[in-house]
């Protein structure tokens, strides 16, 4: 039996549930009008019935909130599967997280108790929490819990936080942050060393149209507007598709954070790229493949006089190796004695196969010269 006001209740008939949100409930992150990714204002709310209740109980009552988010994603390629707050995930147990943290010396505290039937999670925090340093979607579970006459209650609401839909708004807001990105301020700029000003613009279409989010392939639920995956399961996440190193869950979330970790893997490129000549000229690489391992990409001898790249070669140079970390060039001697010799792509123009890094320069190449009407 529940008493309340004097009046004695059967505890079977008291209706616990959170009613919000609702099941159906989209929760996004969006970004604002400056094109910052910015976490949802989540809204939960309870409701307490039952023969006799005071509806007024609930405004009063203390409850006990936990909220949890886990990024679920399984990938073909095992090493870079996401796995949520599991430790053997790609992401260490950081795919993801718990408001609020269990502290280690009392770690059945693990909810925020707060008096009145809603609780909200925002920037801000004066309605229930904040979102503090967490950012990132996956599937959502929010608990509450409350106790009547010492017998507790509670209820688990079970939805997802997801990406907002592609939009032109959207899509300008992304090629714009693609055009000047925080990671490339250092003068020279990557942009400048290889002539382009749309040269991430140029990647990031090759490899993911500009869409940040996408139905999910591998994720769970499948179908969720999730950072773009690739469509093989190798691992790539986002616009800028990064699998190697493993990208961080925000890296992977925030397309700001995705479009700047994908700069500053071009910029190891680039300077992988900027010193192959004088590897050329100095060491070379004729150590022929072992099976699917191959110790030279490509096979170049030594030539003392292979020169350095101009900025097309370099920006060619760097779309390969992106892409598939082979160089693009390779030093040809066509007639030493009348002096005909240069760099000269290692696929003719046009016939690379598909899955070569050549490819891939070309498709940028064709990208530059004529852009596509999504572009």
């Known amino acids: 039996m529940l008493r309340y006001g004097g009046e004695e209740i059967p505890l079977k008939l008291v ?19 400056s ?40 990938t073909k390629v095992k090493k870079r599967a996401r796995k949520g707050l599991d430790p053997e995930g790609a992401g260490e147990g950081k795919d993801g997280f718990l408001i609020p943290v269990p502290a280690p010396d009392d770690p059945a505290k693990d909810c925020i108790e707060r008096e009145g039937s809603t609780f909200v999670i925002d920037d801000a925090g004066n309605s229930g929490a904040k979102w503090g340093d967490n950012f990132g979607g996956g599937i959502l579970e929010i608990t509450a819990k409350t106790k009547i006459n010492n017998i507790e209650i509670s209820n688990t609401y079970k939805g997802k936080i997801e990406g907002e839909t592609f939009s032109d708004t ?47 392939i591998y994720g769970e639920p499948n179908g969720a507007i999730y950072p773009r995956e690739n469509e093989l399961g190798d691992g790539g996440f986002g616009v800028m598709q990064l699998t190697d190193p493993i990208p961080t869950y925000e890296q992977i979330w925030n397309y700001k ?54 900025s097309y070669e370099l920006r060619m140079d760097t779309y390969s190796l992106y892409n598939s970390d082979w160089h693009y060039w390779k030093w040809i001697v066509i007639d030493e004695k009348r002096g005909i010799k240069g760099w000269q792509s290692r ?15 070309d498709e ?10 999504d572009f």
Request: hydrophobic share 30%; net charge neutral; charged share 25%.
């Open 35 to 74: 094109g910052n990714p910015q976490m949802p204002s989540l809204i939960a709310e309870v409701t307490l019935e039952g023969a006799g209740i005071d509806p007024t109980m609930i405004d009063t009552l203390p409850i006990c909130w936990k909220t949890q988010v886990e990024y679920i994603v399984n």
């Open 347 to 361: 696929h003719p123009k046009g016939k690379a196969p598909k899955i070569t890094g050549s490819y891939y320069a």
């Open 170 to 216: 959207f899509k300008s807001q992304m090629t714009s942050y693609l055009e000047n990105p925080d990671a490339d301020q250092t003068t020279p700029t990557i942009r400048s060393q290889v002539g382009y000003g749309k040269f991430f613009r140029v990647i990031a279409y090759i490899e993911a149209r500009h869409r940040h989010f996408y139905p999910s």
């Open 257 to 310: 954070l995705n479009i700047d970790a994908g700069v500053e893997l071009i910029r190891s490129k680039l300077e992988q790229a900027r010193g192959y000549p004088e590897f050329v000229r100095t060491i070379g690489c004729t150590t022929p493949p072992q099976g699917d391992t191959y110790f030279c990409r490509p096979i170049q001898k030594k030539y003392p006089d292979a020169t350095d790249f101009n």
């Open 364 to 373: 940028a190449e064709k990208i530059e010269k004529n852009p596509p009407s």
């Open 15 to 33: 209706y616990f549930k959170i009613i919000k949100p609702k099941t159906d409930e989209e929760i996004l992150i969006k970004n604002d009008s």
